[in-house]
C-alpha cells in the first residue's frame, strides 16, 4: 500500500484522502494555535499515531504544509473581507472597504494568524498567495469596467498593498504601545496612494 502511495506522489499527483484531510485539519489547529515552530512532523506523527511516511507520502515537507495552513487562514481572511464588499458600491468604495476589513481581521486575530498571511509561494510570475490574487484578480476586474487604468500591473499593486496590510498589521501585532488607529491610517495612507496611481 505505502509502495502505491510513494509512486503516485512522486508522479507529482496528490494523494486526496481522509487522512490527507486529517493531516491538513491538524496542522491548521496546531499553526493557528501555537505557532508554525510547533507544527513538526514529529508532532502531527504523535498526535495522529501513525508513521512519518504516512505524511511523506502525501506531503513533501513540513514546508509544504506550512503553506497550506497559510492557504487555509487566507481564505478565511479574504472569505471575511468580502462580506464588507456592496455589489452596488463604486469600486473605490469597495476596494477601501475590503482592505479595512482585511486589516481589521489580521489585527483581531493572534500572531501566528497574522504569520500565516504573511507567507507567499515564489513562481516564475513572482511571489504570490491567496490574498495576493484576490487583490490582483479585484484590479484586473476594475480594469474592465473602467475604474483601473489597463496600463496598471495589477499583480504589483496588489503586492505592495499585501506589503503594506500584512507589515503594519505586524508591527501592530508585536508592539502594544502601537494603537490600532494609528496603524489603519498610516495604512490606508499608502493604499490611497496605491490607488490614485491606478485611477484612470
Request: hydrophobic content about 40%; proline content about 2%.
Given at each position: 500500500?505505502?509502495?502505491?502511495m510513494?509512486?503516485?506522489?512522486?508522479k507529482?499527483?496528490?494523494i486526496?484522502?481522509?487522512?490527507?484531510?486529517r493531516i491538513?485539519?491538524l496542522?491548521?489547529n496546531?499553526?493557528?494555535?501555537?505557532?508554525?515552530?510547533?507544527?513538526?512532523v514529529?508532532r502531527?506523527?504523535?498526535?495522529?499515531?501513525?508513521?512519518?511516511?504516512v505524511?511523506?507520502?502525501?506531503?513533501?515537507?513540513?514546508?509544504?504544509i506550512?503553506?497550506?495552513?497559510?492557504?487555509?487562514?487566507?481564505?478565511?481572511?479574504m472569505?471575511k473581507?468580502?462580506?464588507?464588499?456592496?455589489?452596488?458600491?463604486?469600486?473605490?468604495?469597495?476596494?477601501?472597504?475590503?482592505?479595512?476589513?482585511?486589516?481589521?481581521?489580521?489585527y483581531?486575530?493572534?500572531?501566528?494568524?497574522q504569520?500565516?498571511?504573511?507567507?507567499?509561494?515564489?513562481t516564475?510570475?513572482?511571489?504570490?498567495?491567496?490574498?495576493?490574487?484576490?487583490?490582483?484578480?479585484?484590479i484586473?476586474?476594475?480594469?474592465?469596467?473602467?475604474?483601473?487604468?489597463v496600463?496598471?500591473?495589477?499583480c504589483?499593486?496588489?503586492?505592495?498593498?499585501?506589503?503594506?496590510?500584512?507589515?503594519?498589521?505586524?508591527?501592530?501585532?508585536a508592539?502594544?504601545?502601537?494603537q490600532?488607529?494609528?496603524?489603519?491610517?498610516?495604512?490606508?495612507?499608502?493604499v490611497?496612494?496605491?490607488?490614485?496611481?491606478?485611477?484612470?
Open positions: 500500500m505505502n509502495g502505491v510513494d509512486m503516485a506522489f512522486s507529482g499527483k496528490r486526496e484522502d481522509e487522512t490527507s484531510k491538513v485539519d496542522a491548521v496546531i499553526g493557528c494555535r501555537e505557532g508554525a515552530d510547533a507544527l513538526t514529529t502531527l506523527c504523535r498526535e495522529l499515531s501513525c508513521d512519518r511516511r505524511i511523506y507520502n502525501r506531503f513533501r515537507d513540513i514546508d509544504e506550512n503553506m497550506i495552513v497559510a492557504q487555509r487562514c487566507n481564505e478565511e481572511l472569505a473581507a468580502r462580506t464588507a464588499v456592496d455589489p452596488h458600491a463604486p469600486f473605490y468604495d469597495n476596494f477601501m472597504a475590503l482592505f479595512k476589513a482585511a486589516f481589521a481581521y489580521i483581531e486575530k493572534n500572531a501566528y494568524f504569520h500565516y498571511t504573511t507567507l507567499y509561494r515564489v516564475d510570475r513572482g511571489v504570490g498567495n491567496e490574498v495576493l490574487q484576490a487583490l490582483a484578480d479585484l484586473e476586474e476594475g480594469k474592465t469596467t473602467g475604474d483601473v487604468r496600463e496598471t500591473d495589477s504589483m499593486a496588489a503586492g505592495n498593498i499585501w506589503i503594506i496590510m500584512t507589515g503594519i498589521g505586524g508591527i501592530l501585532a508592539n502594544a504601545d502601537y490600532y488607529q494609528d496603524g489603519l491610517d498610516t495604512a490606508l495612507y499608502g490611497r496612494a496605491i490607488l490614485a496611481c491606478m485611477k484612470p
